[in-house]
């Protein structure tokens, strides 16, 4: 029998035992030891972990068997070992959090069949390769689901049709309303912890970072663990979260399983809105509800898993019947027939106007761009109008790049920041170069300062004709 080893980092952690093919043998033998490191292997002397399911932050799962049961059952032994050099106050967090989840499991799995119940938590002192110290570690015992995410689905099979989503959300809905019901929140709802069983059933899994309800903002905060993508605006902040919180996180899986796409590029972070209709065909019930649910807003969204089902189940919305159009008494006066429009009459997208800020940008940018380039030029090039002309075509096109937002935003700053580099960079040791960390900025600043003046004096004077 291979019994896997679970301390952190063991070169050779897997350890095959002859005498424990034998069923008596397995179920008196008092303890087995890694060959490689010394580490304990039949964890709380009962569960022996035979394969690694995979590793995280805070530790490691592996796939475990039970020999105090007639068939060995098989289940899931959770080590809470955090990566990295933790303070002793993150220490501290992550060994709550890891608690947490035992408390909540033992809770909310023994009394949903769709949550896995906990079986064991408990703590382990082992001794290190160091003579005289020990090193700490905790286990949680749950039980195992024998099926695949809809992560690893996910990858397999490629995207889900609206009805294989809707059947998701028949069953995890009602999960999330339960655990909500008991004062609690997930927080971490995504396709990898949702599992659906050989039966086709669907269970919630890790509830390592969840989080209970309270009246108090402060005790309700965010301690910062939420997966990239899939949490709310509040959730990211570090504020207070709600039940719909929660189901943010399932309509963004939605999401996720309908386009097979990472969700943070189905997001217009420009506009800062969800931007899928143009890549997931749904019906308009379901891509109502999935807009609901994606307010940045908590309290625009619906307040309740029981609120989506209502929605969900509820008959669509017909669209509104036109009003008879009234006969006329007499014959139309004849129009003539359409004419089609000419290229040039076709209207064309129109670009949307810089704002004051982006005015701004613009003017600090190019002037210190102009003012850079003119002392580059002056110091490189010995001709006069070899330099003008090739400072007035620079600045033509960068001006020109603006206008067509080619570059715009934080483009402004990185250009501004690598051409001073460059211009350090081969002016070094030069007296030039103190000339080069002054007089652009300078120029910069007064071009902002005179565009600023410029555009108050526009809306005066816009402001005063609108009233006349």
Sequence with gaps: MEVCCTRPGCPRPLNHFNDLDDSETLKTVSQKFCTTCGMPLILAGRYLPIQLLGKGGFGAAFLARDR?????????????????????????????????????????????PQIPDLFAFFPLNVATRQPGQEEKFFYLVQEFIDGRNLEQELQQKGAFSEAEVLQVLEQILPILQFVHDRGSIHRDIKPSNIMRDRAGRFHLLDFGAVKQITNTPQAAGSTGIYSQGFAPPEQMAGTQVYPSTDLYALAVTCLNLLANEDPKSLFDSYNNQWNWRSRIQVSPQLAQVLDRLLLSAP????????EVIAALSSPPTPPPIPSPVPVPSQAPTPHPAPVAATPAQ???????????????????????????????????????GIAMGLWGGAIGLLVYAQYRRWIEKFDLTILAGISLAIAAFVFRGSPLLGRLLIVPPLVGAALIAIVALFRLIYQLIARFTQKN
């Design 346 to 384: 076709v209207a064309r997208p129109h670009r949307a106007a810089f704002s004051t800020v982006e005015w701004l940008g613009i003017a600090g940018f190019t002037g210190y761009e102009a003012a850079l380039l003119a002392l580059v030029l002056d110091g490189w090039i010995a001709s006069p």
């Design 299 to 306: 309290n625009q969204r619906f307040q309740s898993a029981q």
């Design 68 to 112: 105090y049961t007639p068939a060995m059952r098989q289940c899931v032994v959770k080590q809470f070992q955090p990566a990295g050099d933790l303070s002793a106050q993150q220490m501290a967090i992550a060994q709550q959090l890891f608690e947490r989840e035992a408390a909540v499991l033992e809770e909310l799995g023994n009394k949903h």
